[in-house]
């Protein structure tokens, strides 16, 4: 069950269990999964350049601060700039609902796949990525490993996207 809108953040409590999101718009139901772009390692390591940076700052300021401590302070500075870049922008995420796959590559940027549509998920383990297939087995769409940062996670949304196709089929059967 999510608490928050996959796309914006905010929160779903005492909403209904299938609406629109009241500040984006997003379509979701509680049931959907998200699979987000991991940003704690980030953190971390911003944080420990962050502390280095400082180190090498005091260090010139204590002893007077020359080229070397110029030099050496440069490759920590381009560093902080790349993480920062990296933590501001807005992570990749997949929504799994029981109607749609929802491929959110930034807040403006999203590619919808009509879980009716999927026919077969498969794990690629020498590339990382997600194959999607369609009824008639071609490939519809690739979901690139960096969507998810591992193999693992990458594993457990291809069986929930199998697993959502396969009641869909069973439903649209039985029905």
Same mark, same amino acid.
């Given at each position: 069950?999510?608490?928050?809108?996959?796309?914006?953040?905010?929160?779903?409590?005492?909403?209904?269990?299938?609406?629109?999101?009241?500040?984006?718009?997003?379509?979701?139901?509680?049931?959907?999964?998200?699979?987000?772009?991991?940003?704690?390692?980030?953190?971390?390591?911003?944080?420990?350049?962050?502390?280095?940076?400082?180190?090498?700052?005091?260090?010139?300021?204590?002893?007077?601060?020359?080229? /070397?401590?110029?030099?050496?302070?440069?490759?920590?500075?381009?560093?902080?700039?790349?993480?920062?870049?990296?933590?501001?922008?807005?992570?990749?995420?997949?929504?799994?609902?029981?109607?749609?796959?929802?491929?959110?590559?930034?807040?403006?940027?999203?590619?919808?796949?009509?879980?009716?549509?999927?026919?077969?998920?498969?794990?690629?383990?020498?590339?990382?990525?997600?194959?999607?297939?369609?009824?008639?087995?071609?490939?519809?769409?690739?979901?690139?490993?960096?969507?998810? /940062?591992?193999?693992?996670?990458?594993?457990?949304?291809?069986?929930?996207?199998?697993?959502?196709?396969?009641?869909?089929?069973?439903?649209?059967?039985?029905?």
């Amino acid at each position: 069950m999510i608490s928050r809108c996959p796309n914006c953040g905010y929160s779903l409590r005492g909403l209904p269990e299938e609406y629109l999101c009241p500040e984006c718009g997003f379509s979701y139901d509680v049931n959907c999964v998200v699979f987000a772009e991991p940003r704690n390692a980030w953190k971390g390591l911003a944080v420990l350049n962050s502390v280095i940076l400082l180190a090498f700052a005091a260090r010139g300021v204590l002893r007077g601060w020359s080229e /070397a401590d110029s030099l050496s302070i440069l490759p920590f500075g381009v560093m902080m700039l790349g993480w920062l870049w990296h933590l501001s922008r807005p992570p990749k995420r997949i929504v799994i609902s029981s109607q749609e796959i929802v491929l959110l590559k930034t807040n403006q940027e999203r590619q919808t796949i009509a879980m009716s549509l999927v026919g077969d998920a498969h794990w690629s383990w020498t590339t990382g990525d997600i194959h999607l297939y369609g009824m008639d087995g071609e490939e519809m769409v690739t979901i690139e490993r960096r969507f998810l /940062a591992s193999n693992a996670r990458a594993k457990r949304a291809v069986a929930e996207i199998e697993s959502r196709s396969r009641k869909r089929c069973q439903q649209t059967v039985s029905g």
